[in-house]
Structure formats: structure tokens, C-alpha cells
Nanobody
């Protein structure tokens, strides 16, 4: 298993930007596709974005397309989520997660598709 630690959350005004980072350790990072999920109070955890093990393919939930950008650096064992034009409805705890590179990726994953999780980082967008 790979261990994941998120950072970069915080409080931002609507229209602002934040960059989340996730540091991985334990197993070969390039052996995993990586994803970001979020969970708002009282709601189920939902898929936000994913990136293939090589970084060559990316996938996004429709509501964040054009505003959020996922990237990875396999040399530094990190995956990032650049969030721009943030909206109050983006408020949630954001989690990074890993999925074995032998599996497919899409824009419609459920949490059950990913097997390793970080502890989450809070993002709050004020109106």
C-alpha cells in the first residue's frame, strides 16, 4: 500500500484559488493512478479528478472542468490539484487516493474504486 498525506487546504473567498498537494510514500508512486475526491457535510464522498500513472491522461467531474487542474510529479512522489475560480459549493474535505495502474480510469469513479486514502484537508470557500 501507498501512504498519502494531503496539504494546502484553507479558507478562501469565492473566485479565489488554492493548490492542494498530496505526498506519497511506501510503494513505487508511478505504479498508481491518483485521484482527488471531496466530501461536503451531510453528503457522500464524490469524485473530483484523476490522473493516470504517467500523467498522460486526466479526468474531471463536470462541475470542476475548466476550473480545477490535476497534475503529478513522479520524481517527487506528489500529486497536486490546482483549484481556481472557487465557489462556495466547492467547500468540502478533499482527499487524495490511489488506484493500481493496471486498472482503467474515467470521470465517473466511486470511492470504492480507490484503495489507499489520505486523511483529508479542509477547503472552505466563503461567499
Amino acid at each position: 500500500q501507498v501512504q498519502l498525506v494531503e496539504s494546502g487546504g484553507g479558507l478562501v473567498q469565492a473566485g479565489g484559488s488554492l493548490r492542494l498537494s498530496c505526498a506519497a510514500s511506501g510503494r513505487t508512486f508511478s505504479g498508481y493512478h491518483m485521484g482527488w475526491f471531496r466530501q461536503a457535510p451531510g453528503k457522500e464522498r464524490e469524485f473530483v479528478a484523476a490522473i493516470s500513472w504517467s500523467g498522460g491522461s486526466t479526468y474531471y467531474q463536470d462541475s470542476v472542468k475548466g476550473r480545477f487542474f490535476i497534475s503529478r510529479d513522479n520524481a517527487k512522489n506528489t500529486v497536486s490539484l490546482q483549484m481556481t475560480n472557487l465557489k462556495p459549493e466547492d467547500t468540502a474535505v478533499y482527499y487524495c487516493a490511489a488506484r493500481g495502474s493496471g486498472w482503467w480510469l474515467s470521470s465517473t469513479h466511486t470511492p470504492a474504486d480507490f484503495h489507499s486514502w489520505g486523511q483529508g484537508t479542509q477547503v472552505t470557500v466563503s461567499s
